[in-house]
C-alpha cells in the first residue's frame, strides 16, 4: 500500500518554501494545496506543461474541416441550389460556419481534456480523509508527497519545516 505525508502550514510563504526544500531533497512526487493560486508554487513544484491547449488547437482545427466539409458537402452535392447564378461551391460564406465550428471543437476539447488529465469526475480523493484538510479552502496551506521507500526520513525531513502538522494519507496521491 502506498503511504503519503502531509504537511499543514499557516501561510503560503511556508508553503513555497516548503515546496523548494522538498525539490531540492529529492521528492519527485509533490502536490500542494492552498486556498488560492500561489505565485510561483508551479515552478517549485515543477508541475510539467499542461496538455489542453494542444487538444484545443487540434479540436479547434478538426472542427474548422468539419465545418467546411458538411457545408461543402450540402451545398454542392446534397442539395445544389442555384441562386444568383453563383457556382454551386461559392466557399467564402462557408467561412462563419467553420469558424464556429472551430470554436466549438476547441472549447469542447478543452472541457473534455482538462476533466480527462485531471481523472475528474472523482468524488472521493485519498486527501480527504486527513484531519482539517477541509481548511485548505479557506486558509491553511498543504504540501504532500510520496516518500518512497523510507517514510520516516520524510516524516522527519517535514517535521524539520516547521509545519503546523504532519499527516499521513493512506492511499497515496493518486
Do not use: C, K
Request: no cysteine; charged share 15%.
Amino acid at each position: 500500500m502506498r503511504v503519503a505525508l502531509m504537511a499543514e502550514f499557516a501561510d503560503a510563504g511556508q508553503l513555497l518554501d516548503a515546496a523548494y526544500a522538498a525539490r531540492a531533497a529529492g521528492y519527485r512526487r509533490l502536490e500542494a494545496y492552498a486556498p488560492f493560486a500561489v505565485p510561483g508554487l508551479d515552478e517549485a513544484l515543477r508541475l510539467p506543461a499542461t496538455l489542453v491547449p494542444a487538444f484545443m488547437l487540434v479540436f479547434g482545427i478538426l472542427g474548422a474541416i468539419l465545418g467546411f466539409a458538411l457545408q461543402v458537402y450540402l451545398a454542392a452535392v446534397d442539395y445544389p441550389l442555384n441562386a444568383g447564378g453563383r457556382p454551386d461551391l461559392s466557399w467564402p460564406p462557408f467561412g462563419l460556419l467553420a469558424f464556429e465550428f472551430a470554436v466549438l471543437g476547441a472549447a469542447l476539447a478543452g472541457f473534455v481534456g482538462m476533466l480527462a488529465l485531471n481523472g475528474l469526475p472523482r468524488l472521493h480523493h485519498p486527501v480527504f480523509g486527513v484531519a482539517d484538510f477541509g481548511r485548505a479552502s479557506q486558509d491553511r496551506f498543504f504540501l504532500a508527497l510520496e516518500p518512497g521507500d523510507d517514510t520516516e526520513a520524510a516524516r522527519r525531513f517535514l517535521l524539520g519545516l516547521e509545519p503546523l502538522a504532519v499527516s499521513e494519507v493512506a492511499d497515496g496521491l493518486d
